[in-house]
């Protein structure tokens, strides 16, 4: 228990500020806050995995969290069958295209290496096969997008239960990690960090632009999720019952009847709400918990020393018969499959996917400051510095607004100083991030949570 001091500390400052948001402010934004910790907890603990157990700088997060929105519009949206009759086949017959275009090449490089004219045969392979696949497809997403551009135009998905999206957002980004891998994973630190960043957005420009897949900047709004919606708990006799018996100290303070029913309603509605997210939360922490038991149980195992062990001297290593290769190739997609689950949970959570909004400054920087924030190769860190930095990125503007109504009291509101100050509360984030990360680096540069080696 002494061993976990500094962890149960931490977590129960956490906790403290949470619960001051719900009283300060509502119940509401505290569990929405909430949420998003616990979904960059499952990020910080993918990239930590990356980092902290191998000591690969992997700065395509965001292109592995857009692969698992992805994953929730193509499994929980339903199928659209105008879509599917005017062009769904020319896109299947094209995914047979590429489909074998890959084995053709794979085994042209694997059983003849000595024909003199094989890369020109892949390079014919690959020419012939861009000019079909572009031949065969044009026409079919150009009828796929304007079926109802203004609602669908795109194929939709195959109209699951949204959970499995986020097992499909897993599988997504390991697979397109292992393509990566085995491709980047030779370079050397630095480029292999410039590499997966332009991989990622390559990654995001696409979906973006595939508009027969995605909807692209359209975007795909009404999402499945695995919890009631709000509107219709507002209407269930159950849930309506519930709030008034819990609310029935202060609703028998009131005599009006019509009072009675207008601020019974407003106190279903927000209950509503808070109901929501306490479901999300529940889901969120059990998925939390999951990956700390298991990536816990992996970090102190033969098998996380020995990723300790590349990591810290990978010429020591490779000289003990390790495979240094193979086992940063394993890391590499187990992390991005961690990262691809939190993008599909953060799409669920929000009821819309937006691929837009990807940038690298939401999904690949800020969740590099949690990690080092928190405490690189100490989940515990991790995680911590996911709720530490997620707090700190939606707060900063209450708190900054706070503070210059505070110091400019005694100005006037037409102030040009106060009115500039004001207005530039929310951009007050990036300044509070920075400088926190400056603090960390210079008096706690291992984190708030340092790597801790328990010697067996």
């Known amino acids: ?88 086949l020319n896109l299947l017959i094209c995914l047979f295209l590429i489909f074998s275009m890959v084995i053709s090449i794979r085994i042209i490089i694997k059983k003849y290496k000595l024909l003199k004219n094989k890369y020109s045969i892949i390079a014919g392979i690959i020419i012939l096969g861009i000019i079909l696949i572009r031949f065969i497809s044009a026409p079919a997403i150009e009828a796929i997008e304007a079926i109802d551009p203004a609602k669908t135009g795109f194929l939709g998905g195959l109209g699951l239960p949204v959970l499995f999206s986020w ?39 696409i979906i973006k632009h595939e508009d027969w897949l995605s909807r692209g900047v359209k975007n795909v ?22 709030v008034e018996k ?25 209950a509503s709400s808070v109901y929501v997210k306490l479901c999300f939360t529940g889901l969120f922490l059990i998925v939390v918990i999951a990956l700390l038991i298991l990536t ?13 062990a590349i990591r810290d001297n990978e010429i020591s290593a490779a000289a003990m018969g390790k495979n240094i290769v193979k086992e940063h190739l394993l890391i590499f997609v187990l992390g991005s499959a961690i990262v691809g689950l939190a993008g599909a949970m953060m799409v669920t959570n929000d009821g819309l996917f937006t691929p837009g909004s990807y940038r690298p400054m939401r999904y690949t920087f800020v969740i590099w400051v949690m990690v080092i924030v928190g405490g690189t190769g100490n989940n515990f860190g991790a995680i911590l510095g996911g709720f530490v930095v997620w707090f700190l990125w939606v707060q900063a503007a209450p708190i900054s607004l706070f503070l210059i109504n505070l110091f400019t009291a005694h100005l006037p509101e037409t102030n040009d100083l106060k009115v500039h100050l004001i207005n530039s509360a929310p951009y007050f984030r990036f300044l509070i991030i920075g400088i926190g990360l400056l603090f960390i680096m210079r008096y706690r540069p291992q984190g708030i949570l340092p790597e801790k080696i328990v010697k067996n």
Do not use: H
């Open 296 to 308: 816990q149980r992996a970090l102190y195992s033969p098998w996380g020393r020995k990723m300790r």
């Open 1 to 88: 228990m002494r061993n976990y001091a500094n962890v149960i500390a931490a977590y129960s400052v956490m906790l403290i500020l949470i619960i001051l948001v719900g009283i300060f402010q509502s119940w509401s934004i505290a569990l929405s806050i909430l949420n998003y910790c616990l979904i960059s907890a499952v990020m910080t603990i993918g990239a930590n995995i990356q980092w902290g157990y191998a000591g690969l700088i992997n700065f395509g997060i965001m292109g592995y969290t857009a692969l698992g929105g992805l994953a929730v519009v193509l499994v929980s949206v339903a199928p659209v069958p105008e879509a599917w009759s005017v062009g769904g």
């Open 167 to 205: 097992i499909v957002g897993g599988l997504f980004a390991a697979g397109v990690a292992f393509v990566i891998g085995k491709i980047a994973l030779g370079l050397r630190a630095d480029y292999l960090a410039i590499a997966t960043l332009l991989i990622a957005e390559i990654i995001v420009s």
């Open 221 to 242: 709004i009404g999402l499945k999720r695995p919890a009631p919606y709000e509107i219709d708990l507002q209407n269930s006799e159950w849930f309506i019952n519930l």
């Open 246 to 270: 819990f609310n029935s100290s202060k609703l028998n303070l009131v005599n009006s009847v019509s009072d009675y029913q207008d601020i019974l309603k407003q106190l279903v509605i927000d």
